[in-house]
Nanobody
Framework: QVQLVESGGGLVQAGGSLRLSCAAS????????MGWFRQAPGKEREFVAA????????YYADSVKGRFTISRDNAKNTVTLQMNSLKPEDTAVYYC???????????????????WGQGTQVTVSS
C-alpha cells in the first residue's frame, strides 16, 4: 500500500501558475505509475496527466496539454504537476493517484488507480 499527500493548491488569477506536489510513502515508489485527476463541483472526476514509473512517458488531457507538466523524482518519492497559464475552468480539487500496475501501463482512467490522496483545492479567478 502507498500513502499520498498533495500540497501546493491555492487561489491564483487567470494566467498565473501553481505547482502541485504529491509525496508518496509506503511501498516501492517505482512500482507505480502516477496520475493527477481533478473534480469540479457537480462534475465527474477527470483525468489531467499521468506519468510512467521511469518518468519517461507522460500523457495529458487535451484541455491541459501545453500548459501543464507532470514530472516525478523517484529518489524523493514525489510527483509534481506544474500548471501554467491557468484558466477559471481549471478550478477543481486536484487528486494525486497511484497505479500499482505501473510497470505494465500508464492509466488515463480513474478506475485504473488504486491509491488516492486527499485532494488539494485549486481556484482560478477571472
Amino acid at each position: 500500500q502507498v500513502q499520498l499527500v498533495e500540497s501546493g493548491g491555492g487561489l491564483v488569477q487567470a494566467g498565473g501558475s501553481l505547482r502541485l506536489s504529491c509525496a508518496a510513502s509506503g511501498r516501492t515508489f517505482t512500482n507505480y505509475a502516477m496520475g493527477w485527476f481533478r473534480q469540479a463541483p457537480g462534475k465527474e472526476r477527470e483525468f489531467v496527466a499521468a506519468i510512467n514509473w521511469t518518468g519517461g512517458v507522460t500523457y495529458y488531457a487535451d484541455s491541459v496539454k501545453g500548459r501543464f507538466t507532470i514530472s516525478r523524482d523517484n529518489a524523493k518519492n514525489t510527483v509534481t504537476l506544474q500548471m501554467n497559464s491557468l484558466k477559471p475552468e481549471d478550478t477543481a480539487v486536484y487528486y494525486c493517484a497511484a497505479d500499482r500496475q505501473g510497470r505494465l501501463r500508464v492509466g488515463v482512467n480513474w478506475h485504473e488507480y488504486e491509491y488516492w490522496g486527499q485532494g488539494t483545492q485549486v481556484t482560478v479567478s477571472s
